[in-house]
């Protein structure tokens, strides 16, 4: 497994297996790499000849600077569980400094109002930093296929408008969410949980799913105040939002209507680890 850690290494070994017409699959993390990062890069495997995971903690798309120094790193055993997948992966393992150079700053994008929206009220700046280091990945690798996860479902409706707006020809790819035998979608930020938090936090699995049930015979508010209540009652999660919002707009809704999606939105902390789940609703 070829791992390359600056830019002009990947993009020469790159360009020699495009001339012999191999078609490119990028699956962006940043590390701490489980079985949700690992059912995107099989299906990356499956739908192109190499796979290019970079493994890039984004320092502009943190708000919290505590945060992203206690975010989890291993590479050594992300690489060790790459390297048991079978087919063409490359790692690209950058620094901040090779990414950024002397410049660690975000650039300003316009996502038509998608980025101010649930994580972008709690986060401000968070999707800038996204828009950066997703636009600068698909500079250096030009894929023609990138792997996201729903999980992050504003995040990829975000690098969807990335792509649209920017004219970038690359084809975003849509995973479903994966999750531990509890229900709770699976994150690196998980293992920073202690063990008899990370069995409780089921708890919110089992509510979104609860709601979704909920969802055909109540209101849009009755099912956010149950959602509010059952949180309320338990002493070991902290509901930061709870938001029912339209699929594509993601702008949050409050009267239902006929042939519209709607999505399930929740951002919890446990710990004081923040963590986000999603649901569809119809």
């Known amino acids: 497994m070829h791992v390359f850690k600056q830019k002009e290494a990947l993009i020469s070994q790159l360009s020699a297996e495009k001339i012999n017409y191999k078609t490119i699959g ?7 790499l489980h079985k949700g990062h690992i059912s995107l890069v099989s ?8 796979v290019v995971v970079t493994v890039f903690v984004n320092p502009t798309q943190f708000d919290n600077p505590t945060d992203l120094e206690k975010y989890p ?51 401000p700046g ?31 409706q975000i690098i969807k408008k990335l792509t649209e707006k920017e004219q970038l020809d690359v084809e975003i790819i849509e995973c ?20 008899s938090i990370r069995k409780k936090a089921a708890f919110i699995y089992q509510t979104i799913t609860k709601a979704k049930e909920n969802f055909s ?31 594509k707009t993601l702008k949050s809704v409050k009267t239902k209507k006929i042939g519209e999606h709607y999505r399930l939105f929740v951002a919890v902390y446990a710990n004081e680890i923040r963590l986000i789940d999603t649901i569809a609703l119809n």
Do not use: C
Not at 26 to 32: D, E, F, I, K, S
Not at 43 to 50: C, G, K, Q, S, T
Not at 75 to 99: H, R
Not at 129 to 150: C, M, Q
């Open 73 to 123: 790193k291993s590479l050594d055993k992300d690489i060790d569980l790459l390297e048991e997948l079978k087919g063409q992966v490359i790692v690209f393992a950058p620094s901040a400094e090779e990414m950024y150079q002397d410049n660690i700053k975000s650039e300003k994008f316009d996502f038509d109002g998608l980025e101010f929206q649930m994580e972008g009220k709690f986060r």
């Open 217 to 247: 015979s109540q209101s849009i508010q009755q099912t956010l105040d149950w959602i509010y209540e059952q949180f309320e009652n338990h002493e070991n999660f902290e509901l930061e939002y709870a938001e029912i919002a339209d699929e």
């Open 26 to 32: 990028l699956v962006p993390t940043m590390g701490a």
């Open 176 to 195: 479903p969410i994966t999750r531990e035998d509890s229900g709770l979608a699976m994150s690196s930020r998980n293992e920073r949980l202690p063990e």
């Open 43 to 50: 299906r990356a495997l499956m739908e192109n000849d190499v």
């Open 126 to 156: 968070h999707f800038d930093g996204v828009g950066t280091i997703i636009k600068k990945l698909f500079s250096i690798v030009t894929p023609d296929r990138a792997y996201f996860g729903e999980k992050d479902f504003q995040q990829l």
